[in-house]
């Protein structure tokens, strides 16, 4: 059964740093996309960022731009977002996603309905 499950999430103060990790499990994550998502109260689910299955190719939401950092360990069958920079504005819960690709693609979107499988999310809160 294909899954993933996101970790790392948690409080933190402004200008603090957290890693997200997105364990893939039921398939190997060298062969999809996946991307990262975060949706806030009372807000639409907003893309953050992307890598490609070849890893080669990385895509960034202007609001974490030089901030965020997006890589991929497929020995590990995992995905990790570096979170630098936090402010209150990034107050989300966070979701990773997949797309089945050719194992050397070099796309990826962060369209939340290019997807097909998600995972169930991780809590990140910036508050002093």
């Known amino acids: 059964q294909l899954q993933l499950v996101e970790s790392g999430g948690g409080l933190v103060q402004p200008g603090g740093s957290l890693r997200l990790s997105c364990a893939a499990s039921?398939?190997?994550?060298?062969?999809?996309?996946i991307g990262w998502f975060r949706q806030a109260p009372g807000k639409e689910r907003e893309g953050v960022s992307c890598?490609?299955?070849?890893?080669?190719?990385?895509n960034y939401a202007d609001s974490v731009k030089g901030r965020f950092t997006i890589s991929r360990d497929n020995a590990k069958n995992t995905v990790f977002l570096q979170m630098n920079s936090l402010n209150p504005e990034d107050t989300a819960v966070y979701y990773c996603?997949?797309?089945?690709?050719?194992?050397?693609?070099?796309?990826?979107?962060?369209?939340?309905?290019?997807?097909?499988?998600w995972g169930q999310g991780t809590q990140v809160t910036v508050s002093s």
């Open positions: 890598i490609s299955s070849s890893g080669g190719s990385t």
């Open positions: 996603a997949a797309r089945r690709r050719d194992y050397y693609s070099s796309d990826c979107r962060i369209w939340g309905s290019w997807y097909d499988y």
């Open positions: 039921g398939f190997t994550v060298g062969y999809y996309a």
